[in-house]
């Protein structure tokens, strides 16, 4: 099967990067786009509002920290890509994306939180496996 579209969806954590090379392993042709998300969940921080306020050089705006870890990523692929940073509820901002690029695959990560931090935290690829209208491939952490 030829994929056309790939969504990755990528947080700022260290397994990301082991998202990524699983992804890696996919046969990506260099008609392939491949699409880096990162969602910032809506009830974290003052993201979209420091966004809006002017910086000076040295200011390290969340946005651009992100957007330089994603362009970091983006730089190892084989084929085009595009990078999206959103604000909302994880699970719903990956399948809202995966729709409107009409992605082939999701890619993400699963952390295997267990008991009280699943309950509290839920379960971000649980929620895009059962949302999501095309396959998701889940890396798990090592």
């Known amino acids: 099967m030829v994929l056309k579209t790939v969504l990755v969806a990528i947080d700022d954590s260290e397994f990301a990067e082991q998202v990524l ?3 890696g392993k996919f046969q990506l042709e260099p008609t392939t786009k491949v699409i880096l998300v990162h969602v910032v969940n809506s009830g974290t921080s003052d993201f979209e509002m420091m966004l809006d306020r002017p910086h000076s050089q040295g200011d390290e705006v969340p946005y651009r920290k ?13 084929c085009e890509s595009e990078l999206e940073i959103v604000s909302g509820e994880p699970a719903e901002e990956i399948v809202r994306l995966a729709n409107i690029y009409q992605a ?7 952390r295997g939180l267990t008991g009280v931090k699943r309950i509290l935290e839920g379960s971000v690829s649980s929620q895009v496996v059962a949302d999501a209208h095309c396959s998701v491939f889940v890396v798990k952490a090592k």
């Open 21 to 23: 090379q699983a992804v």
């Open 66 to 78: 992100v957007e330089r870890l994603l362009q970091s990523y983006q730089e190892k692929l084989p």
């Open 104 to 110: 082939d695959v999701i890619a993400i990560g699963c």
